[in-house]
Structure formats: structure tokens, C-alpha cells
């Protein structure tokens, strides 16, 4: 099910607002000399590729690869980070607006090795977002400020390929009846493809430090690296057919795996005003693939499946400390 932009809006400000309203009083009780709050609205751009793979049994042979690509998605995102003495605690999330935003390739192997298929989709941010839950302890040195980190993510990607083009050199449907490349004299191209859905469900655990240099007052630039300590991903494929043909059909992707993503980010910071600070970050987002379980309309095959994510965020952030 599509939701829409007021939809997507409506769930997200619910789930923040309980959030906030709990971090809110939990922190009126706290209050000393070094306690406070920050509340940050902020306004970003995603440059992400989402992969999407199916493997032979053996893991080693790749048979299906759909790479969803996100160029960009325009963000608008809101978190509280609670201060008390060298304790800090961020609750936050970041909506995506519903819109064009790229385009999903699709490709096919066969046992033999050839790619026979070759699909190009335009793609919509049909409903993303993701919340996030970080703990960090303060330790200044002079100008110096080391924080260990452990955060909780969780991603949440909805995807609609559609308007689609592509050539099939497969045995089925090439001009010879053989197994052709894609880009071969022999191969068909398809003029127009029914849709494809991509929902994807990531749940990370990771750990980390950031450290940030105050060269003058008021001024700080923070960099932090982080690596994935554990992360699970959920994918649901869908592919349309021909309304009323009974052919539509799904795939469930299950994979799970340690220390295998990585995060780096970096932010520079400026404070005025007392209760007033502007920052400019930068994240990127990245590791290799990760294998696990795949079903066929719910059902377990001996195939297994795969994903990666290379992505890269910029954000503009405007906070207001209360204290």
C-alpha cells in the first residue's frame, strides 16, 4: 500500500511527538548547572543505491541483481538530544518527501554466465523514513571533546519502479531461442514493464565515537566513525503483471550479519545568540553485501539473496537549547 505525503507526515510526527514529549518531562526532573535540551529540526539530501541480489545455493554465482538508486531523496528531519553533565541521549527521525527520485535497474544471469536481461525503471520515494536512538558519555581534553557512542537505527524504504524499458535475450523470449546477451542482435526489447515494489526494513546496531575541536569559541568541528556491530535487513519484492492474469508474484529477503557496515560522519558547528546553533554534516554510509534467507511467495528456496547500501547524506540543522 502507497502512502501518501500527508500520510507519511501524519505517521512520522506521531511517532516523534511521543518520543519528545517523554525525553521532555524525563529531562524537566534533571535539571542542573550542565543539564539541557536541543531541539534540532533539520533539512537534508540523500544520494543513496540500494542492491538488491539472488545468489545460487552456494553463494557464489549471482543469478538477479536490482539496483534501486535514491539521486536524491529531499529529507526533512527533527530530533531532541537530552544533556545531563557528560551524558548525552538523541532522539530523532527523518522524513523523505514522496517524489521521483532516480531510477532502479534491473539485470539476469543465467547458470551459464551470460546476462541475458537488461531493464531500466523510473523510480519513486513512495514512503521512507527512519528513527534513530544514540547514547554518548562526554570526555573534554582542553579543546578536545572524545564521545564513545552506541546508537539504534531503523530504516525504513518503500520503492515503486515503473514506467520500464528492456531488452530479454533469454532462451523464451530471444529471436533464436537461444540464451543470448542482453545487448545481442538476438535479443527483444520491451517497450513498456509492469511496476516493481521494493520494501526494505533495516535494523542497525552500532558503535563508535565522534570528536569534535572547538578552534575559537562558539565554533566546533565534530568527526565521528562508527562501524554496524549488527544489522538485519528485511527486503519484500513485488512484481506486477498484467492486471487479472494471476501472475503477479513476490519475493522475501531475510539477511542478518556482523561488523560488516560502516558510518562515517562529519559536522562543523556554530553557537550564537546563548540558545541558538547552526550546523552544516555530512554522513556516508557504506559495506558489502550481506547474504541470507530468500522466499518465493512465502515459501523457503535453496537460493540465497543479498543487499548492500552505499549512501551519502548532507543536512543543514538549525538547534535550539533550552536549559
Known amino acids: 500500500m502507497r ?9 512520522f510526527m506521531k511517532k516523534l511527538f511521543l518520543c519528545f514529549t517523554f525525553l521532555f518531562f524525563l529531562a524537566g526532573g534533571a535539571f542542573c548547572e550542565k543539564c539541557g535540551i536541543v531541539f534540532t529540526p533539520s533539512f537534508g539530501l540523500t544520494f543513496a543505491d540500494h542492491g538488491e541480489y539472488i545468489f545460487s545455493p552456494s553463494g557464489k554465482r549471482l543469478y538477479s541483481y536490482l539496483e534501486w538508486k535514491a539521486e536524491p531523496l529531499y529529507q526533512l528531519g527533527l530530533e531532541a538530544t537530552f544533556i545531563f553533565k557528560y551524558f548525552e541521549f538523541t532522539l530523532g527521525g527523518n522524513l523523505a518527501i514522496s517524489r521521483e527520485c532516480g531510477q532502479m535497474f534491473d539485470s539476469d544471469w543465467v547458470s551459464s554466465g551470460i546476462k541475458t536481461t537488461y531493464s531500466i525503471h523510473k523510480n519513486d520515494a513512495a514512503g521512507n523514513y527512519d528513527f534513530y536512538a544514540v547514547l554518548g558519555f562526554k570526555v573534554p581534553i582542553k579543546k578536545l571533546t572524545f564521545t564513545p557512542e552506541i546508537a539504534l537505527w531503523y530504516y525504513y524504504e518503500y520503492f515503486h519502479a515503473h514506467d520500464g524499458y528492456g531488452w530479454y535475450g533469454g532462451e523464451a523470449y530471444s529471436k533464436n531461442g537461444e540464451d543470448n546477451p542482453w545487448n545481442s542482435i538476438y535479443a527483444r526489447k520491451a517497450k513498456k514493464l509492469y511496476p516493481v515494489d521494493l520494501t526494505r526494513k533495516t535494523f542497525d546496531f552500532l558503535g563508535g565515537i565522534k570528536i569534535s575541536y572547538a578552534p575559537v569559541k562558539n565554533l566546533s568541528i565534530t568527526a565521528g566513525t562508527y562501524i554496524i556491530l549488527c544489522t538485519k535487513v528485511n527486503n519484500y519484492d513485488y512484481h506486477y503483471a498484467k492486471p487479472d492474469s494471476g501472475n ?5 529477503e531475510i539477511q542478518k550479519s556482523i ?8 559536522c562543523l558547528s556554530y553557537a550564537f545568540g546563548g540558545n541558538y546553533i547552526v550546523s552544516l554534516s555530512a554522513s556516508y554510509l557504506f559495506g558489502g553485501i550481506i547474504q541470507g534467507e530468500l522466499y518465493d511467495d512465502d515459501e523457503l528456496t535453496t537460493q540465497k539473496s543479498g543487499s548492500d547500501i552505499y549512501s551519502f547524506n548532507v543536512k543543514l540543522s538549525f538547534g535550539l537549547i533550552l536549559q
Open 248 to 252: 503477479d508474484f513476490s519475493i522475501k
Open 3 to 11: 502512502l501518501s505525503n500527508k500520510g507519511n507526515l501524519i505517521f
Open 259 to 266: 561488523n560488516s557496515r560502516f558510518k562515517e560522519t562529519l
